[in-house]
């Protein structure tokens, strides 16, 4: 297929556009491709941080050969594989499905691929997995191998943002604190330039560059003791496993991150009960995390779900307390589950308010994972 110069400047840009972030693409011949697949993973469709991979020519158009396209209202089971598509001057988003088709979330279409093709998509997807995660040993490992005044890197698992921090104490999690001022600086910009207690999926990278999935909260407490470092206190960083101070359970949602950053949070999320995912829930809206929403209510009617995307969106400020890990393993019988939990509420130019949340729950069988199926306020 040989382009006009036109087309092929403006293929060219797309390709800049889109693959510039950390991907270099080198040309035979230097001609532009007339078709191109990048291929990444994420934690989710906002995250910049990323693994990547980009076929051109002759591999991309073997990847699409016979490949179908059929309409489809919903997508089934997605991945943390997204592909962005280049050929005749369109671009087009795509969001892997389990089953190795691809998900086009804007025009609701879905476009499976040849059986041998979707092998070979699967097999790109495991590749970059294994460069994008981190290992998941428990904290009774970690704290061996992160010792007291041990130094290491933190990646920022959405933001892709890296500092320098140093673990200081801690028995039941990490105390951590950054190294310097620039460091300091860099962790503040992955919270949105706000000190929080909100908690972010991160990889913890020893000397020996092991990578470790953990999850740290943005929170200046406690004690202090590397002077000079802009930082007053200390934040915590916790493993599988790891517990608060003040309890013998694990945090709910920094274990989450956690199986997040180790590409393992859909086995997490099928483990827990009722009440953990209710907890799940809250704990999302809390942190005004809008990916992290959709995918806890991903079989939920899409009318439920912008209800509460559009009260983050509309600046409303959800509190909860992180409930003990032991209090929310009820156990449940049947089919079908209902409960309500409390929620504080904030609206815009509002007083806050407690607002009861009531979720209803399904599972296809006493083996099967929860699902949330609706949302909803009990009184508003």
Known sequence: ?????????????????????????????????????????????????????????????????????????HSTGLSDIFITIIQHDKTSQFQMEKSGAL?????????????KATKQLQAHAGSLRASH????????????????????SIIDMDKGLVFRAQR????????????TKEDTKTMKQIFDDRWSWD?????VIMENNTRIAASMNGMPHGGDGIPDNGFSGHFCIHFLGSTTHRSVHPDLFHQLMVY??????????????????????????????????????????????NTFLNELKGE????????????????????TEQLVMP?????????????????????????SPWRIMNVQFTQD
């Open 103 to 115: 998900w086009n979330e804007t025009e609701l279409t879905r476009l499976v691929l040849a059986r």
């Open 133 to 152: 995660y981190g290992s998941i040993p428990p904290w009774s490992e970690v704290s061996k191998q992160l010792p007291r005044k041990s130094m290491f």
């Open 343 to 367: 929620v504080f509420m904030k609206r815009k130019n509002k007083p806050e308010q407690s607002t009861p949340l009531q979720f209803d729950f399904v599972r296809e069988s006493v083996y």
């Open 316 to 335: 409303t400020a959800f509190r909860i307390v992180y409930k003990k890990r032991s209090a929310l393993k009820d156990k449940t019988y049947g089919l």
């Open 260 to 305: 997040t950053a180790a590409g393992k949070r859909d086995e997490f999320l099928n483990s827990l009960s009722p009440n953990e995912l209710a907890q799940t829930f809250i704990g999302a809206l809390s942190q005004r995390n809008s990916d992290f929403l959709k995918i806890v209510m991903k079989d939920a009617n899409s009318e439920v779900v």
């Open 1 to 73: 297929m040989i382009l006009s110069g036109t087309r092929s400047l403006i293929l060219l840009l797309l390709l800049l556009f889109i693959f510039s972030s950390g991907t270099m693409i080198v040309y035979a011949n230097n001609k532009t491709p007339s078709v191109a697949v990048a291929i990444s993973v994420r934690i989710s469709p906002s995250a910049a941080y990323e693994h990547k991979t980009v076929l051109t020519d002759k591999a991309a158009l073997q990847l699409l050969k016979g490949s179908k396209e059929e309409k489809a209202e």
């Open 168 to 179: 200081r104490a801690g028995s039941k999690h990490a105390d951590v604190q950054p190294l």
């Open 199 to 203: 908690r972010r999926a991160i990889i």
